[in-house]
């Protein structure tokens, strides 16, 4: 699989629902938070690389997983997803 290049604008877009991201008035819940994360490492850095974290890094293991559940997802798509899920949550 060979990702198409990506925009300026969408990189643009990209960094500024990152930079918005930490300036949430709500704090999303765990699953929320999970699928951003997902989204956010699928975009900044395409598929899921490493070994899955052992069972007592819980933490770890739920972030690797979601970044996982990404695997294939073009970086453009993943990059618009996160913009429309950080816009989704600001209104």
Known sequence: MTDTPLSAELQTAF???VAH?????TRPDNQTLLQLY???KQGSAGDVSGER???T????RAKWDA???RKGMPRA????AYIDQINALST
Request: hydrophobic letters at 50%; charged letters at 15%; zero cysteines.
């Open 15 to 17: 960094d500024a629902a």
């Open 21 to 25: 991201s930490k300036t949430l008035t």
């Open 38 to 40: 997902g989204l956010y």
């Open 53 to 55: 974290p052992g069972l």
């Open 57 to 60: 890094d819980f933490v770890a």
């Open 67 to 69: 970044w996982a559940a």
């Open 77 to 80: 798509e993943a990059m618009q």
